[in-house]
């Protein structure tokens, strides 16, 4: 059952035409309770049926499927049903390299990112995040035999001249510099393909990627000469092993959008219908949030 009929936004306006004989002069005159940018994208959703969802080409999260032309992911699919419960009709999805996603949200590339993005407290001063859809850890790729002997970004930090690869903007960044690796030893890189070619020349000695990602790009790869480190302990950060939470974006004020997507969302998650998309990105019951909250996470407390 869909919500496509349901919280539909009322008129903050009320227009009074007159007509003269010299023409007509229309007084428009106003009322609301709230500020009437906190309505516009999900008002314009409603009224012209279209809106534009930013991924940043990671796979299992969000990506363009080069075999069937069109783009997927845990978060595009589930940002598919839940848009089109709230009245959209045609969805646009607008690529970015990670880093750009923010900023390219607050300038109204596009009006939600479904990229898996993790809910951080220093994101959440750019913009706002749905309620989680996911919940799971962290992973490195090295090189067969894993010379350095690298199970956790805590080794990284330890070792004299271990190197690690990042991608741009993303939530290993801030792992990394938070465990104490020198920022010398972060190599940035715009994407994962360019941290596995810079894994295989030897500029960096591991990748931090979520464990969904790690598996994927392994497989992808088919190299024998990279491999996943096991086991792997997933950073601790302020006494607390981390584990991510991947939710979707908004702009600071669009807070009718976050709420009825949010409604939407809870509805769905968990589901049959939700498994069953997400089953083929590596997703399952596994993986659900429970009920932590966005805002618990942004306060610190996630359990």
């Keep these: 059952m869909t919500r496509e009929n349901e919280n539909q936004i009322t008129p903050l306006g009320v227009g009074l035409v007159l007509l003269t004989a010299g023409g007509v002069i229309a007084l428009v005159l106003w009322r609301s309770s709230a500020p009437p940018e906190s309505l516009d994208t999900l008002a314009r959703i409603r009224r012209t049926g279209e809106v534009r969802i930013g991924y940043a080409n990671e796979a299992p999260y969000g990506y363009l499927d080069s075999a069937t032309g069109r783009i997927t992911g845990e978060a595009p699919e589930i940002a598919q049903v839940v848009l089109r419960r709230l009245g959209a009709e045609r969805i646009e999805p607008v690529v970015a390299e990670f880093g750009s996603l923010i900023p390219g949200l607050k300038a109204g590339r596009f009006d939600v990112i479904a990229a898996g993005m993790y809910i951080t407290p220093e994101r959440a001063k750019e913009i706002d995040f749905s309620n989680p859809s996911y919940a799971i850890g962290e992973a490195f790729l090295v090189a067969r035999g894993n010379p350095l002997d690298l199970h956790s970004f805590e080794d990284v930090a330890e070792s004299d001249d271990a190197r690690i690869g990042v991608m741009g903007g993303s939530v290993e960044h801030g792992y990394a510099k938070a465990v104490g690796i020198p920022p010398e030893r972060i190599v940035i890189f715009p994407d994962y393909p360019s941290a596995l070619g810079g894994l295989r020349t030897g500029r960096i000695d591991a990748v931090a990627a979520t464990e969904l990602t790690a598996g994927d790009l392994l497989r992808k790869a088919d190299d024998p000469s990279i491999e996943r480190a096991e086991p792997f302990t997933n950073p601790v950060i302020d006494g607390r092993s981390v584990v991510g939470y991947g939710a979707f974006g908004f702009r600071k004020g669009d807070d009718l959008l976050q709420e ?29 949030p429970g009920d932590v909250t966005a805002e618990d996470i942004v306060a610190g407390n996630a359990k």
């Design 260 to 288: 009825a997507f949010n409604a939407a969302l809870a509805e769905f998650l968990g589901t049959d219908e939700h498994l069953d998309l997400v089953r083929p990105f590596g997703f399952s019951e596994n993986t659900l």
